[in-house]
């Protein structure tokens, strides 16, 4: 499993940061979580959840709405609409670089969210809510106490969570347009709905709105004892369970091909490698006899850059075997030798003067390898730890001249 780092921008030209979790097998489908109200996208429960669900096969984007954690603009110009149209853009950052995500899934507020800009995405399939409000009209009792005081002013500073936010009167005023459970009875995704009968922040008569509006297929998962936050993890990964279960149902067809092929596990001897398809642009499924892992190009070149480019493998393995070579060899000797790190390099060069060239400009492969030793070592001893470098497997079977057999295996 892994994690990409990305940015988008919302319809106000801001930028907004958020983090994918990647599997390391199959992607069965991908998502977006939306984050409690004033939370980010390292709030505990949305870290645990969409990481949970990355190792069970599912992509997830979890991002920072516009004025919170690591993105741009101003809390204190936002409003639910604009949390609505942020969802919107991650969704399109997501198809333009990635797969159109087939599942929403919002906590609290976030919960609200999804549930309205569900319609507004074709290719979601389902919808899951946590602890979330049937509206969001439902929040405006937080601001009770300010009501008066927007009326005298254009903004007002509340305490919330333990910290301070300027709320402008345009935000009580949008909540105004979302008091209505219409856009639920006409969701038509498959719904499921997770809420603690002991939530203190949103009431569970909330998650009976829900329900009660929204035609099947839906579903409800009580969280008996958990709080508002699902501030145990253990609590966090049941819904991670849970929901990864119940979303396979409403895959596609081409994304449950994917499921399937991923419990199709050829037996694979030690030594031997097998690369398949993950899609039909350049991410592969690299299996050995116990490991996985996917290899991509990035997205300038066509791929989804969800792992590392074929180069990059390789001088991976040059790297992982020099760094190795030179521990093995330092523990047998007992050099004090407490740390390595090599970089490494790929690229071409034209070799117009290179032995053995044709008359035609040609290029030739250049690999940079630099190693970084670090321990109490004198001369000698770093220049008998480059030679050994040098002698690694890899190193000499890139040295060496390669024999490439390949066939065509029977129809």
């Known amino acids: 499993?892994?994690?990409?780092?990305?940015?988008?921008?919302?319809?106000?030209?801001?930028?907004?940061?958020?983090?994918?979790?990647?599997?390391?097998?199959?992607?069965?489908?991908?998502?977006?979580?939306?984050?409690?109200?004033?939370?980010?996208?390292?709030?505990?429960?949305?870290?645990?959840?969409?990481?949970?669900?990355?190792?069970?096969?599912?992509?997830?984007?979890?991002?920072?709405?516009?004025?919170?954690?690591?993105?741009?603009?101003?809390?204190?110009?936002?409003?639910?609409?604009?949390?609505?149209?942020?969802?919107?853009?991650?969704?399109?950052?997501?198809?333009?670089?990635?797969?159109?995500?087939?599942?929403?899934?919002?906590?609290?507020?976030?919960?609200?969210?999804?549930?309205?800009?569900?319609?507004e995405l074709v290719a979601v399939k389902a919808v899951a809510t946590i602890g979330a409000p049937a509206t969001a009209a439902h929040l405006k009792h937080l601001f009770a106490d300010s009501y008066h005081q927007l009326t005298q002013q254009s903004s007002v500073e509340v305490q919330l969570g333990g910290r301070a936010f300027n709320i402008r009167r345009q935000f009580i005023e949008d909540l105004e347009k979302y008091n209505s459970v219409a856009h639920i009875h006409a969701l038509n995704k498959a719904l499921l709905i997770f809420h603690s009968p002991a939530d203190t922040i949103v009431s569970i008569d909330e998650a009976a709105r829900i329900y009660t509006a929204a035609k099947h297929p839906k579903s409800f998962v009580s969280l008996d004892h958990a709080d508002h936050l699902l501030s145990d993890s253990k609590d966090a990964y049941y819904v991670a369970n849970v929901l990864s279960a119940w979303v396979g149902r409403y895959l596609t067809v081409e994304q449950a091909a994917v499921k399937e092929n991923a419990t199709d596990v050829p037996v694979i001897q030690p030594g031997s490698v097998i690369v398949r398809e993950c899609d039909k642009k350049f991410t592969r499924e690299i299996l050995t006899s116990h490991h996985r892992l996917i290899s991509d190009e990035p997205i300038a070149l066509g791929g989804t850059d969800l792992g590392f480019n074929p180069y990059e493998l390789l001088l991976a393995a040059l790297g992982s075997c020099t760094s190795m070579t030179l521990r093995m060899y330092a523990n047998h000797k007992q050099i004090d030798l407490q740390d390595i790190q090599v970089e490494l390099h790929h690229d071409r060069i034209h070799a117009n003067d290179c032995a053995g060239c044709d008359e035609h400009p040609q290029q030739i492969d250049?690999?940079?390898?630099?190693?970084?030793?670090?321990?109490?070592?004198?001369?000698?001893?770093?220049?008998?730890?480059?030679?050994?470098?040098?002698a690694c497997p890899v190193h000499k079977?890139?040295?060496?001249?390669?024999?490439?057999?390949?066939?065509?295996?029977?129809?």
């Open 1 to 119: 499993m892994s994690q990409a780092v990305v940015t988008f921008k919302n319809p106000q030209g801001e930028s907004l940061a958020g983090v994918l979790e990647i599997p390391s097998g199959p992607i069965k489908s991908y998502a977006l979580f939306a984050h409690c109200f004033t939370c980010s996208k390292n709030n505990p429960a949305a870290t645990w959840i969409t990481c949970a669900l990355a190792s069970q096969g599912i992509a997830v984007l979890r991002f920072d709405f516009t004025g919170l954690g690591d993105s741009s603009g101003e809390f204190s110009h936002t409003n639910f609409s604009s949390n609505v149209q942020d969802l919107l853009a991650a969704a399109q950052y997501l198809e333009d670089h990635y797969a159109a995500p087939s599942l929403l899934i919002g906590h609290s507020l976030g919960g609200s969210a999804v549930l309205a800009a569900a319609q």
């Open 366 to 390: 250049v690999i940079t390898r630099v190693i970084q030793l670090t321990g109490h070592l004198d001369e000698k001893q770093r220049t008998r730890l480059l030679e050994i470098a040098n």
């Open 397 to 411: 079977t890139l040295n060496s001249k390669i024999q490439i057999n390949t066939s065509l295996m029977d129809a």
